[in-house]
Structure formats: C-alpha cells, structure tokens
C-alpha cells in the first residue's frame, strides 16, 4: 500500500510538471507573462515579435542583414507557386478545351503586366511582410479598418489554407494514381491527404530553420524534372507534326476566328487564376530575404531589391512553363482523360511522364510532384504565421497564445483536416475557393498600389495601376459569379475570424494593454513631489476648460470622499483617440492650469486603461500608491459597458478596478479607486 501510495503522490507531482513543460514547450518564441502588463508596471517598451522570425525561425526578423539570398527564398515561394504546374495544366484544359494555350498567353500576358508590376510596388510600400494588406490598413481607422482588415485576413486565410490542403489532396492524387500504387491505395485520399497536412504541422512544430535548404532542393529537382518532360513533349509533337494541324483545325472549327479565340480565352481566364498563386506568397516571405549594407528598418532597400528580383524571376520562370505545358498536354492528351476519373485528371505531365519517358521515370517524377505538393503548404504556412500573429493579437483579437508559432501551427493543422473531410480531399472542389482567395488579394493589392502611386502624384502609374486594378476586379467578380462556392468559403473564413476576434476582444476586455508610459518634464516633476506621500488624481473629463470647472470638480471630490483641504490634488485627462486600438504606448504631459490646478493629460484607446496604466507606473516611480477618485456615470451598467468595449468610455470607476485588480492579483500592492 504504501508503494502505491508514492506511485500515486510521484503520478500527480508529475502531472503539473508535464503541464508546465508543455506549456513551455507550446510557447517557447514568447514570453508567458502579459506583455502589456509588464511593459506598464515597468515602464518600460514592449518587444514586439516579428511573426515571420518567430514563424519560421528566421533571422531576417532581427536583422537588416541577416538572412537567405533572394533566389534560395524564390524556392521556398516557389514551393507554392511552381507546385501548381502539377494541377494548372489540366485545369487550364477543363476550363478552355482547345483554347488551353491561348487562355494560358491571356494568363502570362496578365501575369508580366499586371500581377507583377502590382507586386513590386507592394515589395516596395510594405517591405516588412505584410503586404497590401498593411497597406490599406493605412488608409482606414477605427473600427472599420479593423474590420476591413478582418474580412482581407479572411480572404487570406482562405488563400493560404485551401493551398495547403489542395497541394496535399493534389500530391495524395499522384500517388493513389501511381500505376504502381492504385490498387493499394485506391480510395484512401482523403486519409492519405490528412496523413500530409499532419507531417506539414510537425515539420513546423519542430522548427523550420532547414526549411530553405530542402525547397531548394524539391524545386530545383522538380523544375529540371518537367524541363525534361516538357522537352520530351515538344520532341514528340515535332515527330507527329499532324497533332498540330488537327489542334489548329479544331480552334477553326469551334471558335471561328482569332478574335472570338481571345474573347472567350479573356471569359475563360478567371478559372486559371490559380497560376496566380504564387505572388502574394512572394511579399509573405520577404523578412527572409537578407538585406544590404545600407538597409535600415524604415528603408530595406537591398531586401526590397532581393524581393522584386524574387517576384520577376519566378514569374518569367512560370510563365514559360505555363505557355509550354499547356501547349504540349493540350496536342497529346486526349480530351477526355483531363475530366473526372480520366488518367490526366489534376496530373497532365505525370500522365506525359508515363507515357512517354516509362514508368520508373514516371515514378520518379510522381515522387517529385509528390513532395513538392505537400511541402507546397510551407510557403503558404509561413505566410499566416507571418500574417495573423502581426495583426490579430495587436489588435487585441487573439489571445496572447496566438503570437507563438506552435498553437498556431496546431490550430491551422486542425482546420486543415477539417476543410480537407469537408471536400473530401478533391482537387477540383477545392479550386473555386482558391481562386477566390487569390484574386481577392491581388486586386486589393492593385487597389492599395493604386492609391499610393496617386497620393504620390504619379499620373502615369496611377493611370497604369487602375487600369490593372479594373481587370483583376471584372476577374474576381466574374469568378464569384462562376463559382460562388469559392466567395461562401471565404466568407465562412471570415465569419469565424470576426466571431472568434470579437469574442477574444470581449474576453480580453479588462486586460491592461499600454505597451509602455512616457512623461515629459513636467509630468515627472509632478511625481516626484510625490515621493514620500500619496499622489491623489482626480479623473476629470474635460469640458471647458476654465477656473470654474476645475474649483467645483474639487469641492464636489473633497465633500464625496471627505478628503481634508490640505492633501494636494492632481487631474488626470484621457482623451480617447482611436478605441479599436488595444494595444499602444501612454504619453503623458503635465501642465498648470489657471495658475494653480495640475493636470496630467493622457491620450489613449480607452479610459480605464490608461488611468491604471499610470496608477500602476506611479507606484512604481515613488513608491507610494496612488489614489485615483471618480464620479459614479449615470445610465444602464450594460449600455456602459457597450460605450466602453467600442469607444474606450463608458462606466470608467469600475472597470478602472478591474483592470487594476487582473493587472496586479496583490491587493496590498493595488492602487486605490474612490467612487462619490
């Protein structure tokens, strides 16, 4: 019995210690005290995360200089953007039939002069990662910038998450439909796909600091890989130069003449816009990048050069192979092997591969397409812990948790098994929503590159950028229409990051959020005559301003409180600038009034947290603990706490405590709050 006994006492001493080195373990890129909190009580400046460095690792994030060459980084956005030639070349068939290689030229002609010059201004405006997105934030305040922002995350999400469960359900695809393969892995994709996106999440959970040195690798071997199947394709097309004169016969006779062939290439277009994937992708990775001599924080100039070379390179690079492969699967594979059940179904150059090079040749291709498909969820994994971490927490819309890399990582696994059961790991269900998730973005980013080159009085891009900006609008409004399933999945994403952002806000109310308090001489010599008695502050919300307003406000405190008339009494003022702000620094300004009355002035997101902000920091200078006295509000406690929740108001005394009493569980150590 008494074994039994120690077995049980050393089995729960143990559970909490596991639970520790758990929580340790989950959030190891980041402090587990309350940022805000410490940088209150303390004084001092909240350290920031970069989500990209603490994404993936990367030492871009603290460092001008640090990190990969630009081409190295291509791959890793490569991973994403390459990837697509094992499914594009099929999709490009279903959608346009024999028009394949002309929609594919309205594609690249779009590509090099549209997409790409829009991406090389946003490198350019928003060097640090954030995209167009940080962009546009920058043009909207209050809350429906943050919504805005909201509804582009949700886009982004839809984006970046359909890429990593597609590219897993396209690489499941190749091999369940190996020749080699099918009869033992026949009807397991969806397990197979899953299998994928777990390994994904653990590569991330055990870190991603080798991640660059194997995209070089899967793209460098899978470019050479279709290199070698595309020349074969052409070699063959030269052998049988018939299949050419059959191809053209049939654009004749559908289509008519070379005017109709490009109006419905131009109709067509919106269903290939996934071979525009790789873009957005390209500005996610640029804290990657390592930067030059002369690179400062405001002003990366050698990242932002690395950046643009990224962008034109992989984007010359995708297009040649677009134009080739669509022209070659296009005169070899037969219509119907391109649609469901068909051999060339979300794989046209695995079936060439096959067909003409063998199968051991085929296989290995297959195993390339493979890996390059499921690693092609990194890029886009990187791009949300590199996107979500920057905006949600400072936005007060995310646990703190969500600023680690690992309980992000799980959250977005999760939801990538969820999306993968509810498409049942098809390619093509998939492929609406993708679009979608893409061509957002993009014209959102023409309309950011837009008003920047306006603002900045250049006629002739601004002129350019619209004209961008229309065409990627009449695509993305003509993909929702043709495939509305893609706009219900993007506004399901963006219904839960609003819910479960607002409903984080909510619980996080009472949270003390000042990254840090400043004060100018003045403030500072008010508190230093306080250092060896209580300061009292007097909460006033200011009005006009005179003698009269101060004189009362005082009597009215004195007789509520019976504060004797020789204990001195400072005002304190917070203006509320922007209260969907949830975290920001305090300054504070002193100034005498009217030749007697002291008056602290704060500009803040919300009333009571500035006011505990500046008790807490107070008892930290002097020593002493301040008194802060307010006047009861009248009106409904609920509609209060509305004022307070939207517009930083509301019912200040008591939700002034509560800040007090969650920032520091001490009461001994509490500053004290009067109401009269």
Request: with cysteine; glycine share 8%.
């Amino acid at each position: 019995m008494v074994v039994s006994s120690g077995s049980t006492e050393t089995a729960e001493s143990d559970a909490p210690s596991a639970r520790i080195r758990l929580r340790s373990w989950l959030l190891e890129d980041v402090t587990a005290e309350k940022p805000a909190q410490r940088s209150a009580v303390e004084g001092a400046p909240e350290d920031s995360p970069e989500g990209a460095g603490a994404a993936a690792g990367d030492s871009a994030a603290h460092g001008a200089h640090a990190g990969q060459r630009w081409w190295r980084v291509m791959c890793l956005t490569g991973l994403d953007y390459f990837s697509t030639l094992g499914y594009q070349p099929g999709i490009a068939a279903l959608a346009a039939g024999v028009l394949s290689p002309i929609a594919t030229i309205v594609l690249v002609v779009v590509t090099l002069l549209g997409a790409l010059p829009v991406y090389r201004r946003v490198a350019k405006e928003s060097p640090h990662g954030e995209g167009s997105i940080a962009m546009l934030e920058r043009l909207l305040s209050f809350w429906k910038g943050k919504l805005f922002v909201l509804a582009l995350l949700g886009f982004a999400a839809t984006d970046f998450l359909i890429t990593i469960t597609l590219s897993a359900a396209d690489a499941s695809a190749h091999l369940v439909e190996n020749p080699h393969l099918t009869s033992l892995l026949g009807n397991k994709q969806v397990l197979i796909t899953m299998i994928m996106i777990a390994l994904l999440g653990a590569v991330f959970l055990k870190g991603f600091s080798e991640a660059i040195g194997l995209a070089v690798f899967l793209v460098g071997a899978y470019l050479v890989l279709n290199v070698v199947v595309v020349a074969v394709g052409l070699w063959k097309i030269i052998e049988a130069p018939h299949v050419v004169t059959d191809w053209t016969d049939a654009l004749t006779a559908q289509h008519g003449n070379p005017i109709i062939m490009v109006g419905v290439a131009l109709v067509t277009f919106p269903k290939l816009a996934l071979g525009l994937s790789g873009f957005e992708t390209g500005v996610a990775v640029m804290p990657h990048i390592k930067g030059g001599s002369e690179d400062t924080e405001e002003n990366p100039a050698g990242r932002i050069r690395g950046a643009r070379k990224l962008l034109t390179t992989s984007a010359v690079i995708m297009s040649c192979f677009l134009i080739a492969t669509s022209f070659i699967t296009t005169l070899l594979i037969p219509a119907d092997q391109f649609k469901a059940g068909g051999e060339a179904n979300g794989r046209a150059l695995a079936y060439l591969a096959h067909e003409y090079l063998g199968g051991a040749f085929g296989s290995v291709y297959d195993l390339s397409t493979i890996a390059i498909l499921w690693f092609a969820g990194a890029s886009a994994m990187a791009g949300m812990l590199n996107l979500l971490p920057r905006y949600l927490p400072r936005y007060g819309m995310a646990p703190h948790w969500a600023r680690a890399v690992r309980p992000m990582v799980i959250v977005l696994t999760l939801i990538g098994f969820l999306v993968t059961w509810i498409f049942d790991a098809d390619v093509d269900a998939q492929g609406g929503a993708y679009a979608t998730g893409v061509l957002v973005l993009i014209s959102s980013a023409a309309i950011a590159v837009t008003i920047a080159a306006y603002k900045k009085r250049e006629r002739g891009w601004t002129i350019a950028f619209a004209v961008i900006s229309a065409i990627f609008l009449y695509t993305t409004v003509l993909n929702c229409l043709e495939r509305p399933d893609g706009l219900k999945i993007g506004a399901c994403f963006i219904a839960g990051i609003i819910l479960v952002s607002l409903l984080s806000r909510l619980r996080r109310a009472f949270e003390l959020r000042v990254t840090n308090v400043a004060m100018d001489d003045v403030a500072e010599r008010f508190i230093r005559d306080y250092a060896h008695r209580p300061l009292r502050l007097i909460a006033n919300e200011p009005s006009n301003r005179d003698i009269a307003e101060y004189r009362d406000k005082i009597r009215q405190i004195r007789a509520d409180n019976d504060i004797p008339g020789e204990d001195d009494l400072v005002f304190v003022e917070v203006t509320v600038r922007d209260a969907s702000d949830f975290e920001a620094e305090l300054t504070v300004r002193g100034e005498v009034l009217h030749g007697r009355y002291r008056v602290l002035t704060l500009e803040s997101s919300s009333i009571p947290n500035a006011l505990a902000a500046l008790a807490l920091n107070i008892r930290d200078r002097t020593g002493q603990q301040p008194h802060l006295y307010f006047e009861w509000t009248e009106g409904s406690p609920f509609a209060q706490f509305l004022r307070f929740f939207l517009f930083g108001q509301g019912e200040v005394a008591p939700v002034t405590r509560e800040v007090l009493r969650e920032a520091e569980p001490d009461r001994s150590r509490r500053p004290r709050v009067h109401v009269g």
